[in-house]
T-cell receptor
């Protein structure tokens, strides 16, 4: 089975830091993905976590706690172009094919 | 350039008129899939294929068909479209083989309206 929960919408100010949370329940864990999707465009890969801890990639970092079924995406030094939907995806039930959460719409304002 | 292409990008059709949305990838990926995306519901998988001649249902397969006769192509067929199939459709591919989770590369999307 599979259940992924993310906030529907968040707002933040340009230059600030924002944390987007994702909680999941799955009977077998094979990693967690974060994708970015601008309105009307295709999702693009941001990060993949399979071990606990923080993975940093420029302004974006992703954290995973397998014991808590929890991940977050941290965006620093926010820019207007970061306004997008952020999708958490987890392979379900021991498979290797990700199921997507409903996404978090991030609005960055000046 | 490595990419996933879809055609058409936009389509308006009428109920019951069969249509096919093509998807092609030039990365020699074994895994391909189709998603639909609707407001408030996120990305939902329709069908996927682990390799040539191997296809499986995703979460919302009703009203859709697929085929995988060649590795690069994975067309989505709507035999008798209905208005509730109005949606944004994405094709994706991945180098994933068997027991390895890998990132997916998405096509640009096809916006379908069924009147």
């Amino acid at each position: 089975g599979q259940n992924i929960d993310q906030p529907t919408e968040m707002t933040a100010t340009e230059g600030a830091i924002v944390q987007i949370n994702c909680t999941y329940q799955t009977s077998g864990f094979n990693g967690l993905f974060w994708y970015q999707q601008h309105a009307g465009e295709a999702p693009t890969f941001l990060s993949y976590n399979v071990l606990d801890g923080l993975e940093e990639k420029g302004r974006f970092s992703s954290f995973l706690s397998r014991s808590k079924g929890y991940s977050y995406l941290l965006l620093k030094e926010l820019q207007m172009k970061d306004s997008a939907s952020y999708l958490c995806a987890v392979p379900s039930g021991g498979s290797y094919i990700p199921t997507f959460g409903r996404g978090t719409s991030l609005i960055v304002h000046p | 350039e490595a990419q996933v292409t879809q055609n058409p990008r936009y389509l308006i059709t009428v109920t019951g008129k069969k249509l096919t949305v093509t998807c092609s990838q030039n990365m020699n990926h074994e895994y391909m899939s189709w998603y639909r995306q609707d407001p408030g519901l996120g990305l939902r998988q329709i069908y996927y294929s682990m390799n040539v001649e191997v296809t499986d249902k995703g979460d919302v397969p009703e009203g859709y068909k697929v085929s995988r006769k060649e590795k690069r192509n994975f067309p989505l067929i709507l035999e008798s479209p209905s208005p509730n199939q109005t949606s944004l459709y994405f094709c994706a591919s991945s180098p994933q083989r068997g027991r390895i989770t890998d990132t997916q590369y998405f096509g640009p999307g096809t916006r379908l309206t069924v009147l």
